[in-house]
């Protein structure tokens, strides 16, 4: 079996955001979905895990678009694990227009956890390495910790986790933080200005009814730092998004 | 070329509830899909249309589920028009899964507007009869006016539309008012109880920043009737389900 896995994937109109472009949310759908498959076929799927009380978490994701992108029809996706490090592996992601151009690089940071104990199992004895593929290129950087906002004034909104985010895990879904983190600008925020880079950590799990706070710190012109929180105290996301003037 | 237009669709993990269950959202998508390739290979898509300041609006939908469904693989959709009369035109769609089987059947009725005017355009003029078929049986009725609310109270909840609510003409997607909808109903009720009969009528668009109350009345055990108004007095839908008591 090939080391990378490359999937294709058909463009729907409900894909695309208020520029007639695909979002940031549906991309991560198709990066998640592309990740599962190329797991599960070679073993290491959430499925293959879950019969030995095993799941993958994702902690870490760095998003950077290489040029602009209009793509309406198809995308593809290539994947692969490129590192296995102690309790941590790295997975990443090209992503390919339909003329073949690669226009987004993503790079993952996973974790393995039992799922009765939520604690992370060493990734060297479980996974095999003849998985690992290191001779490509890498197109962007690992993904980073990202720094906390300063001082933490009042909340930009609050969201209320409902039915619709929720996974069969009774988790919020990974796209919906995303979604809530994206939804704190505003579409003329957006219309002047490109998303170049999107990091995001990922440090607790947030449940059916939790209410969230929205907090957002302006770096400079160009970065902006979202946290979401349950109560003040409980860290659930941090993202770094690095715009770009459209010219 | 044929008068039904039939479309598969591979499912995907990210488009199943917390019950792993292919959501009512998530079916939309692929409805409305499903209607604008359609649409657009007889040369009367959103696309064909515009080029004339026209556009397609949908007004009422039924969704009825048949039979309970765990369909995890793939989807396929049929949909023809079956009805064109004075200012509005009936589309129909059945939902089939892996095996053949139709398990959701579903009815909307559309209106064809000048985008200027805002106004409805006669069809009989501007659509050819010869894209009516009439010979397939008809598995749920034509959706209905809902009554309203008999009298509003406090609302359930307030919804904001944001970057990710919005397509390209500035307004609320249809799935995003369905998803706020469904959010009015718990992990509980949902578990214990399924949708039967999903129907909605479109009243106003919504668009960005505003925000909508939700109010929702029980009507009986089964049935509830949900309205998501702009400020008490501007109606923009309004949504009947009926349950089916889980055995």
């Not at 730092?225 to 109560?231: C, N, S």
Request: glycine share 2%; aromatic share 10%; with cysteine.
């Amino acid at each position: 079996m090939l080391k990378i896995g490359t999937y294709k994937y058909k463009l729907s109109r409900w894909q695309f955001d208020f520029e007639d472009k695909l979002s940031v949310i549906q991309l991560m759908n198709l990066l998640l979905e592309s990740a599962g498959n190329h797991a599960e076929e070679r073993g290491f799927g959430i499925d293959n895990l879950m019969a030995e009380d095993k799941s993958w978490v994702l902690l870490r994701a760095r998003i950077e678009f290489l040029s602009d992108y209009n793509e309406k029809k198809e995308i593809q996706i290539e994947t692969w694990v490129d590192e296995i490090k102690g309790l941590f592996t790295t997975r990443r992601f090209n992503v390919l227009d339909s003329r073949g151009e690669v226009f987004c690089a993503v790079a993952t940071t996973w974790a393995m956890i039992n799922i009765k104990t939520r604690k992370m199992l060493h990734l060297t004895e479980l996974l095999d390495e003849k998985f690992l593929f290191t001779e490509k290129e890498a197109l962007t950087k690992a993904p980073e910790k990202i720094n906390p906002i300063d001082e933490k004034n009042e909340a930009l909104s609050r969201v209320e986790a409902l039915y619709s985010s929720i996974d069969i895990n009774n988790h919020v879904t990974t796209t919906r933080y995303i979604q809530w983190i994206l939804d704190s600008f505003s579409i003329d925020d957006l219309k002047e200005n490109r998303i170049k880079i999107f990091e995001i950590n990922f440090q607790n799990e947030a449940k059916f009814r939790d209410t969230l706070e929205v907090h957002k710190q302006k770096i400079s012109d160009e970065i902006y730092i979202i946290e979401l929180t349950k109560a003040p105290e409980i860290q659930i996301c941090r993202a770094r998004i690095r715009f770009e003037k459209k010219s």
